[in-house]
C-alpha cells in the first residue's frame, strides 16, 4: 500500500474511532516544524477532500525563543496546500527555560507546560475551539512507558480530550500512524522540515526510551502491535486497583464502582432509600443525575450490596460527598460511619489538606457535627426536606492517624 494510502486509512480510523472531527470544524494545528506536524499538514489538507467533514484548518507555530531557523520552506509548503500559516511570539519560553537548566539540559517537562499555555492563548486569541497534535502511536507507546518507570502510573496521552477551563478540544489525528510511515511519507515527498534548535534534541528522556524500545521491537518484532492493542484492550485489563478495597475479613467490603453492575447496585440501594424517604415514587426526577468528574463506592455485607456513597470532585483539594444510603435492614450496625471513614482515608492519601462537602437532613445534622463537620450556609430544600450544607477540612493528621492504623 502506498504510504499516504495507509497514513490516511490510519487518520480515517483515528477519526471514526474517537470522533476526532465533526462537520464544520474550524482546527488549528500545532506546528513545529518537525516531520510530525509537516507531515499532519500534507495528510489533512488531502483528508478534508474526501472526508466528507467540510473541515478547515491553519498552521500555528509557536516562536519560544529558541535560535532562529529559515522557515521560507515551510511557508511556501502551506501556501502550496493552501493552509494558512501563522507564526506566534511566545519567545518568553526559552530565557525561563535557561534560567532551570541543570546540567546543560533544558527542563523539558517546564517547556512542556509553557507551551501548552501558550497554545491554549493562541487558540483563544484566534477563535479556535479545537486544537490538533501530530503525537503518533510511537509517542503514546513511548509516553506510556514513560510513565511508568518516572510516574508510577498506567497512562498516556488521550485520542481527543477537552480542556474545560480553556474550553478546547485537543485531537491527535495521528494516533494510530507508525513513526516508520510518517518517515517515509516525509522522503517520499521532500517535505521541508525544520531541524529543531533544541539542544536537548536526542538527548532527552524520551530519546532514551525510544532507543530502549527499539532493542525491544527488534528483538520481539509482536510487541509494537501488541503495545498498541494493549491501550484499547480494556476486556483483558487485569490490575491490582481492580480488587483494592476495604475488607474486616467478616464479610464486609467496600470497593469503588468499575462496571455496569456496580454502578447498577449503588442506583438500586439509593432509589430504594430514595422513594422511601420521600415516600412515593421520585424515579423520573432520580433517574437522572450527573455522574461527570464523581467515583462511587459500594459497600457489601456477605456479597449482598447494601451501601454506597460516592464523592464529586470540585477541584485538586475540594469535594463533595454524595449519594450517601444504606439499605434500612442494615442501617445502626456502623455502616454509614464506615463509609464516611474509608473514603475520607482515601481522600485524604492524595491531598491534604481538603475540605468534604455535604448535604445533610435537618434531623442527622446533629450527627454530623460530632464527626467534625460544621454547618455552612442557610437551611435549604432537597427532595422536598430541609437540609443544611457542611464542610469538614482535613489537614495532614488525618493522613497521618491512618497510617498507623
Known amino acids: 500500500m502506498d504510504v499516504i494510502k495507509k497514513l490516511l486509512a490510519a487518520i480515517r480510523k483515528a477519526d471514526f474511532d474517537f470522533g476526532l472531527i465533526s462537520k464544520g470544524d474550524k482546527i488549528m494545528v500545532?506546528?513545529?516544524?518537525?516531520?510530525?506536524?509537516?507531515?499532519?499538514?500534507?495528510?489533512?489538507?488531502?483528508?478534508?477532500?474526501?472526508?466528507?467533514?467540510?473541515?478547515?484548518?491553519?498552521?500555528?507555530?509557536?516562536?519560544?525563543?529558541?535560535?532562529?531557523?529559515?522557515?521560507?520552506?515551510?511557508?511556501?509548503?502551506?501556501?502550496?496546500?493552501?493552509?494558512?500559516?501563522?507564526v506566534y511570539d511566545s519567545r518568553e519560553v526559552y530565557p525561563i527555560l535557561c534560567q532551570h537548566m541543570h546540567n546543560g539540559i533544558?527542563?523539558?517537562?517546564?517547556?512542556?507546560?509553557?507551551?501548552?499555555?501558550?497554545?491554549?492563548?493562541?487558540?483563544?486569541?484566534?477563535?479556535?475551539?479545537?486544537?490538533?497534535?501530530?503525537?503518533h502511536a510511537d509517542d503514546a507507546i513511548e509516553t506510556f512507558f514513560m510513565n511508568m518507570i518516572h510516574g508510577g502510573r498506567l497512562a498516556t496521552f488521550s485520542p481527543s480530550m477537552h480542556l474545560e477551563r480553556a474550553d478546547i478540544d485537543f485531537i491527535r489525528p495521528l494516533i494510530y500512524a507508525r513513526e516508520k510511515d510518517i518517515q517515509a511519507l516525509v522522503r517520499q515527498y521532500k517535505l521541508p522540515v525544520i531541524k529543531s534548535t533544541c539542544q536537548n534534541d536526542h538527548e532527552s528522556e524520551r530519546a532514551v526510551i525510544k532507543e530502549e524500545l527499539k532493542k525491544i521491537y527488534d528483538k520481539f518484532?509482536?510487541?509494537?502491535?501488541?503495545?498498541?492493542?494493549?491501550?484499547?484492550?480494556?476486556?483483558?485489563?487485569?490490575?491490582?486497583?481492580?480488587?483494592?478495597?476495604?475488607?474486616?475479613?467478616?464479610?464486609?467490603?467496600?470497593?469503588?464502582?468499575?462496571?455496569?453492575?456496580?454502578?447498577?447496585?449503588?442506583?438500586?440501594?439509593?432509589?430504594?432509600?430514595?422513594?422511601?424517604?420521600?415516600?412515593?415514587?421520585?424515579?423520573?426526577?432520580?433517574?437522572?443525575?450527573?455522574?461527570?468528574?464523581?467515583?462511587?463506592?459500594?459497600?457489601?455485607?456477605?456479597?449482598?450490596?447494601?451501601?454506597?456513597?460516592?464523592?464529586?470532585?470540585?477541584?485538586?483539594?475540594?469535594?463533595m460527598f454524595q449519594r450517601f444510603?444504606?439499605?434500612?435492614?442494615?442501617?445502626?450496625?456502623?455502616?454509614?460511619?464506615?463509609?464516611?471513614?474509608?473514603?475520607?482515608?482515601?481522600?485524604?492519601?492524595?491531598?491534604?489538606?481538603?475540605?468534604?462537602?455535604?448535604?445533610?437532613?435537618?434531623?442527622?445534622?446533629?450527627?454530623?457535627?460530632?464527626?467534625?463537620?460544621v454547618i455552612d450556609g442557610e437551611e435549604v430544600l432537597i427532595d422536598q426536606k430541609p437540609h443544611y450544607k457542611l464542610k469538614k477540612s482535613i489537614y495532614h493528621a488525618i493522613m497521618d492517624k491512618s497510617k498507623e492504623r
Open 325 to 373: 444510603a444504606v439499605l434500612k435492614e442494615y442501617r445502626k450496625n456502623g455502616y454509614g460511619s464506615l463509609l464516611f471513614d474509608y473514603l475520607e482515608k482515601i481522600l485524604s492519601r492524595k491531598k491534604t489538606p481538603m475540605v468534604i462537602y455535604l448535604y445533610s437532613r435537618k434531623e442527622i445534622v446533629d450527627y454530623y457535627l460530632s464527626k467534625g463537620y
Open 30 to 86: 500545532g506546528v513545529s516544524g518537525g516531520k510530525d506536524s509537516v507531515a499532519l499538514i500534507k495528510l489533512l489538507s488531502i483528508y478534508q477532500k474526501f472526508a466528507d467533514k467540510d473541515f478547515t484548518f491553519e498552521a500555528v507555530m509557536l516562536d519560544l525563543g529558541f535560535p532562529a531557523v529559515d522557515l521560507k520552506p515551510l511557508k511556501d509548503f502551506c501556501s502550496a496546500l493552501n493552509v494558512p500559516f501563522t
Open 106 to 135: 533544558l527542563p523539558c517537562s517546564i517547556c512542556s507546560r509553557m507551551k501548552k499555555a501558550a497554545i491554549n492563548k493562541v487558540a483563544n486569541t484566534l477563535g479556535y475551539k479545537k486544537v490538533s497534535f501530530a503525537h
Open 221 to 319: 518484532p509482536d510487541s509494537y502491535q501488541n503495545f498498541l492493542t494493549m491501550l484499547l484492550n480494556k476486556e483483558k485489563a487485569d490490575l491490582w486497583f481492580d480488587k483494592k478495597g476495604f475488607n474486616d475479613g467478616n464479610g464486609v467490603k467496600i470497593i469503588e464502582a468499575r462496571n455496569y453492575q456496580d454502578y447498577i447496585d449503588c442506583l438500586n440501594i439509593r432509589f430504594d432509600v430514595f422513594v422511601e424517604e420521600i415516600g412515593f415514587d421520585y424515579s423520573e426526577e432520580f433517574v437522572y443525575d450527573d455522574e461527570k468528574n464523581t467515583v462511587s463506592y459500594l459497600l457489601s455485607v456477605n456479597d449482598k450490596s447494601v451501601g454506597t456513597i460516592r464523592y464529586k470532585i470540585i477541584d485538586d483539594s475540594t469535594y
